[in-house]
């Protein structure tokens, strides 16, 4: 799923095409991916875009008369900035929002439809699509102490719970965990103040290298559709399982469990103890959504 250094960067690229422009049409490809009937999409047609922003995972165009176009990419869906008249890519496509100068195309890989488009009215529509979550970048060490411990849970899962931390998800838990030198399954209600303020301070460096990292990457092109993914090389921990950690050599270790799956180090994160799934089926069920759609509504 993109996560906010993913989101940021699609951010970055359309206000750089789509600010100030008027939005032609919205074609729906799909029907399943508009998940809203009023105010009915033709409504958008013809307004201006007077700003992009981001919404915890979700990507939200301003038109004139305080309507809103909110998107939320979920785990498979992607956009595409397309030359105007190019041809959408096949089957993928979901949705196609025309512009002058190009077409921004959303799409979707695999057989479980989860992306969506609503077009909500005024900030007061907009808030209902806003999970709640801090935003780890804009609040000071306290309110993330708050946050941390409004529930007791897994610190995998309240990286990841939108109503708690907004804009995190399964890769970029991990990589803050291992920063953090925190096993995925330590408890948030048991973490002392330091490990919560270097917990937050592995978020903050976390989050701030890899958005400065994919704004030069993809500064002056819009990211393709293999350029955002889960699965980077640099990545220290997530999608490394096997493989050694960057900063002690232990091979990464990998949970699964339904949808989800944690990686992290023993040696840096769990005091040298190989945590195995078999032994913690109760604590995950009780404690982790079975599917990313579980997650995403609460």
Not at 85 to 96: D, I, M, N
Not at 123 to 147: C, K, N, Q, Y
Not at 249 to 260: E, K, V
């Amino acid at each position: 799923m993109p996560e906010l250094p993913d989101i940021t960067v699609y951010v970055d690229a359309l206000r750089a095409r789509v600010a100030g422009r008027t939005l032609q049409h919205v074609k729906i490809v799909s029907p399943f991916v508009l998940r809203t009937a009023e105010p009915p999409i033709e409504e958008v047609d013809g307004r201006v875009v007077h700003e992009v922003r981001r919404l915890g995972k979700r990507i939200v165009l301003r038109l004139d008369g305080e309507l809103f176009l909110v998107m939320h990419l979920m785990i498979a869906g992607r956009l595409r900035w397309l030359r105007p008249g190019a041809r959408l890519p096949g089957r993928l496509s979901l949705a196609a929002i025309e512009f002058a100068d190009g077409t921004l195309v959303l799409t979707e890989a695999g057989t479980k439809k989860r992306a969506s488009i609503h077009v909500v009215t005024g900030e007061e529509g907009l808030a209902r699509h806003d999970p709640g979550g801090i935003e780890v970048l804009e609040v000071d060490s306290a309110t993330f102490r708050g946050a941390v411990r409004r529930e007791n849970h897994t610190v995998k899962r309240t990286l990841t719970d939108p109503r708690l931390i907004s804009g995190i998800g399964n890769a970029y838990s991990d990589e803050i965990l291992h920063a953090a030198r925190l096993s995925p399954l330590a408890l948030s209600g048991r973490l002392t103040d330091a490990e919560i303020d270097r917990l937050h301070a592995a978020a903050r460096a976390t989050l701030e290298y890899w958005i400065d990292k994919l704004r030069r990457e993809f500064a002056g092109r819009f990211p393709g559709p293999g350029d955002i993914t889960a699965f980077r090389a640099e990545f220290a921990a997530h999608g490394r399982s096997g493989r050694p950690c960057p900063a002690c050599g232990t091979p990464i270790q990998r949970i699964r469990y339904a949808d989800n799956e944690t990686n992290y180090c023993p040696t840096c994160q769990t005091g040298g103890r190989v945590l195995a799934d078999r032994s913690l089926s109760r604590l995950l069920k009780e404690d982790w959504p079975r599917t990313v759609d579980e997650l995403e509504a609460r």
